[in-house]
């Protein structure tokens, strides 16, 4: 009899020590990232991962790193440039070489989602024109890679297949057709691709002062338009100043045009002019936000990727100038948060310049200049932060 009350009594204890300890855990989770809804003054948490992505093969180094992309696999796909690597770090380079490491990876390079090398590959081949100084990267619905040039003689975009390729090139090199040519561009930031109307936006960008729209299948151009929707003009603007009225033009870089699921809209980065400007897909001229306005130089507004929940409710906006990406609340282009400083630890930035998110709302960041790198960020859930978030150090 008493035998049979304590071995209920146990259970029971038992039972009541699970339901503390998943209670626990879950207080855990909680203050270590934060809920899987976004409630009223929430923004997304995010904390890095060190150890992303695993080590290259082959002595690989990467150099500047001007371009990265998800793929339909949740795969992470990057551009970098060999010719920024020099001097010692590809100590390997050479016959005989100087040193046993390193050499420069190929320039486009594909991880899986744990950060494992699938394949590499990229560069001058038969039948196109390798950009002089490739510039972003895209991977559309179909897993064709897209990818530009900012060189001063880059006026063409390629097309590849995953596995590298070669599908079309739109555009010739060594044209300067100005910003209404129908037929080439000059210095391409990045394309963008609307699947539903088969649609390539092209931030073109550091040389023309437009978003172009292609057809994606056949490469013809459809329209194009500057900066609130006006004609492109490219007569010089004067040095941007803060305090001055916003230019009715873009500035050099136009360095993306990013199309939302979630409203139709097309988000084009004014990365000198510190401004998102926000048009419908005909080029028409919808409202404009701006971010960090005190940003000089180089500016404030380099790429921008958008949050994966239904409403794509937060822009991630990465400011190379200010080594720090920003959480904009997307509707309205109010900042609400960043995160980052700069450094060359994890978490911290050197030329933060192009950004991606994953289907697990993870994000990826890479560096141009000396940076030299890419980045994961782990999504763990929404929750309060305050307004400058500093190095988002892994809480464990």
Not at 196 to 214: H, I, Q, S
Request: glycine share 12%; hydrophobic share 35%.
């Amino acid at each position: 009899m008493f035998r049979k009350r304590e071995i209920r009594i146990g259970i029971a204890c038992v039972v009541l020590a699970g339901l503390l300890g998943i209670a626990a855990s879950c207080m855990d989770a909680a203050s270590n990232g934060g809920s899987m809804t976004i409630g009223e003054g929430d923004v997304p948490l995010f904390e890095v991962d060190p150890l992303f992505p695993k080590p290259l093969p082959n002595h690989w180094v990467i150099g500047s790193t001007i371009g990265i992309s998800v793929d339909s696999r949740d795969h992470i796909w990057i551009i970098h440039r060999q010719q920024t690597l020099q001097g010692g770090e590809i100590g390997g380079v050479g016959d005989p070489p100087d040193y046993e490491c390193c050499v420069p990876a190929p320039p486009v390079l594909e991880f899986d989602h744990d950060g494992n090398l699938v394949q590499a590959w990229g560069g001058p081949g038969e039948g196109y024109d390798w950009p002089a100084s490739n510039h972003g990267i895209t991977v559309d619905d179909a897993d064709n890679v897209w990818i530009g040039g900012n060189d001063v003689f880059d006026s063409h975009i390629l097309k590849f297949t995953r596995d590298g390729q070669f599908l079309m090139q739109v555009g010739r090199p060594r044209q300067r057709s100005g910003s209404n040519s129908t037929e080439n561009f000059w210095r391409v930031a990045e394309i963008s691709i609307e699947p539903t109307a088969n649609e390539a936006y092209v931030a073109d960008g550091y040389g023309n002062k437009r978003v172009a729209v292609l057809d994606a299948t056949t490469g013809e151009m459809k329209r194009w338009w500057g900066a609130y929707g006006n004609v492109p003009d490219d007569s010089p603007l004067p040095p941007y100043s803060p305090d001055d009225p916003p230019a009715q033009q873009f500035r050099n870089p136009v360095h993306c045009a990013q199309p939302s699921t979630a409203d139709g809209l097309i988000y084009v980065c004014d990365r000198v002019g510190d401004r998102i400007q926000v048009f419908q897909p005909d080029g028409t001229f919808v409202r404009e936000g701006f971010v960090a306005t005190q940003t000089l130089g180089s500016g404030s507004v380099w790429d921008i990727a958008f949050s994966t929940d239904p409403d794509q409710t937060f822009i991630y906006l990465a400011d190379g100038s200010n080594q720090n990406v920003h959480i904009l609340r997307r509707e309205t282009l109010e900042v609400l948060s960043e995160f980052g400083d700069g450094g060359r630890q994890p978490g911290e930035f050197f030329g933060v310049h192009s950004i991606a998110v994953d289907a697990e709302g993870n994000l990826y960041t890479t560096e141009t200049y000396e940076g030299k790198r890419l980045q994961k960020f782990v999504f763990m859930g929404y929750g309060p932060a305050p307004a400058v978030q500093g190095v988002i150090w892994p809480s464990d």
